[in-house]
């Protein structure tokens, strides 16, 4: 079995094991997230050993040049030694463009990469840190890709006792500096007009990424029915409404609505009780991890298969401290 060298660990890892299993076997705490290499909460770095192609799947050139690795993808091959990732490795520096108030509790926030034109796709998402607490944050991209300019939007809810969020609303400014890891998470075809459909779910300001693929989806001349629902809290929560009018008016194979709900069973029960069966669409999940996990099981059950299924539900089980900076002082948590 190969030894696995990680900091002060010393552990052997088994035979068709992946290195994250092999990391939770001994207790070691490590960020993670999808498990299946989609989101690169685990990045880590190989100080020795081989690397084997699959771990670095989607990996940036600049990240794979540097020897990191997907610990949920690798199966190692002989024996590694590994380190903790620089964050200068993981992140780059970007500058607020704008602010934008879109309802009493939901704000749009644009930037843009200091040094280098980003390209990204609908679907996917970005992980931001501050230096308010050094923790890490991924928001979806709500946004289309625009060439050179490469700026990206994402869109923030307010939150009691907030950070970030009370930053957002409270003190940022156009100018002000952020550490971003972009971009992360896969992008969707959204014009294969094979799929029979497409139900989007969106809680709070995961509206935003829903309208994003909805808008991606018939902009690229998908012509089969694409269903929107908003569901929110309260009607302070609502916001979009005239870009989703406009929508709607634009494209007859479009329709949405705004549910007000807190019982995420009721509402899962609302929306998919409208449908016998879903087979051969997509569903996508976007908000409240209550809502998402309901509707991933309810969307089953009405037939969608497991990989038709999008969703940005993140839930990171330990907060560890474990990326570092060449300081060797500046920790930072995925929450």
Same mark, same amino acid.
């Given at each position: 079995?190969?030894?696995?060298?990680?900091?002060?660990?010393?552990?052997?890892?088994?035979?068709?094991?992946?290195?994250?299993?092999?990391?939770?076997?001994?207790?070691?705490?490590?960020?993670?997230?999808? =498990?299946? $290499?989609?989101?690169?909460?685990?990045?880590?770095?190989?100080?020795?050993?081989?690397?084997?192609?699959?771990?670095? %799947?989607?990996?940036?050139?600049?990240?794979?040049?540097?020897?990191?690795?997907?610990?949920? =993808?690798?199966?190692?091959?002989?024996?590694?030694?590994?380190?903790?990732?620089?964050?200068?490795d993981i992140f780059s520096q970007a500058r607020v463009t704008s602010i934008e108030e879109l309802s009493e509790t939901i704000?749009?926030?644009?930037?843009?990469?200091?040094?280098?034109?980003?390209?990204?796709?609908?679907?996917?998402?970005?992980?931001? =840190?501050?230096?308010?607490?050094?923790?890490?944050?991924?928001?979806?991209?709500?946004?289309?890709?625009?060439?050179?300019?490469?700026?990206?939007?994402?869109?923030?809810? =307010?939150?009691?006792?907030?950070?970030?969020?009370?930053?957002?609303?409270?003190? +940022?400014?156009? $100018?002000?500096?952020?550490?971003?890891?972009?971009?992360?998470?896969? %992008?969707?075809?959204?014009?294969?007009?094979?799929?029979?459909? !497409?139900?989007?779910?969106?809680?709070?300001?995961?509206? $935003? +990424?829903?309208?994003?693929?909805?808008?991606?989806?018939?902009?690229?001349? #998908?012509? !089969?029915?694409?269903?929107?629902?908003?569901?929110?809290? %309260?009607?302070?929560?609502?916001? #979009?409404?005239?870009?989703?009018? /406009?929508?709607?008016?634009? #494209?007859?194979?479009?329709?949405?609505?705004?549910?007000?709900?807190?019982?995420?069973?009721?509402?899962?029960?609302?929306?998919?009780?409208?449908?016998?069966?879903?087979? /051969?669409?997509?569903?996508?999940? #976007?908000?409240?991890?209550?809502?998402? !996990?309901?509707?991933?099981?309810?969307?089953?059950?009405?037939?969608?298969?497991?990989?038709?299924?999008?969703?940005?539900?993140?839930?990171?089980?330990?907060?560890?401290?474990?990326?570092?900076?060449?300081?060797?002082?500046?920790?930072?948590?995925?929450?």
């Open positions: 079995m190969p030894k696995i060298i990680f900091g002060t660990h010393h552990f052997h890892c088994k035979d068709n094991e992946n290195l994250l299993d092999a990391f939770f076997r001994n207790k070691i705490d490590i960020p993670f997230s999808c =498990r299946n $290499g989609t989101c690169h909460a685990c990045v880590t770095k190989v100080v020795s050993g081989s690397i084997c192609e699959p771990s670095q %799947s989607g990996l940036s050139k600049q990240l794979k040049e540097s020897n990191h690795i997907l610990p949920c =993808r690798c199966y190692p091959e002989g024996d590694m030694v590994l380190s903790l990732p620089l964050i200068e704000f749009s926030v644009s930037f843009k990469p200091d040094a280098e034109t980003l390209e990204f796709k609908t679907g996917q998402f970005v992980n931001i =840190r501050t230096k308010l607490d050094n923790k890490v944050r991924s928001y979806s991209i709500t946004n289309h890709f625009q060439g050179s300019e490469s700026i990206i939007s994402i869109h923030v809810k =307010r939150i009691d006792n907030g950070v970030f969020s009370q930053w957002v609303f409270e003190n +940022a400014e156009i $100018g002000d500096e952020l550490q971003v890891q972009y971009p992360l998470g896969a %992008s969707y075809d959204s014009n294969d007009n094979s799929v029979a459909g !497409k139900l989007l779910i969106a809680s709070g300001s995961g509206l $935003g +990424a829903a309208f994003a693929i909805a808008e991606a989806s018939l902009m690229g001349e #998908y012509h !089969k029915e694409v269903q929107l629902v908003h569901v929110v809290k %309260s009607e302070e929560d609502s916001y #979009y409404l005239e870009e989703l009018k /406009n929508l709607s008016n634009q #494209y007859p194979n479009f329709q949405f609505e705004i549910l007000t709900d807190n019982d995420s069973s009721e509402c899962v029960d609302s929306i998919f009780g409208k449908f016998e069966l879903l087979e /051969n669409w997509e569903v996508y999940l #976007y908000g409240n991890p209550k809502l998402v !996990k309901a509707s991933i099981q309810t969307a089953r059950n009405k037939g969608v298969l497991e990989e038709k299924i999008i969703s940005d539900a993140f839930e990171y089980a330990q907060t560890p401290e474990y990326f570092q900076s060449e300081e060797d002082s500046n920790k930072m948590e995925f929450v």
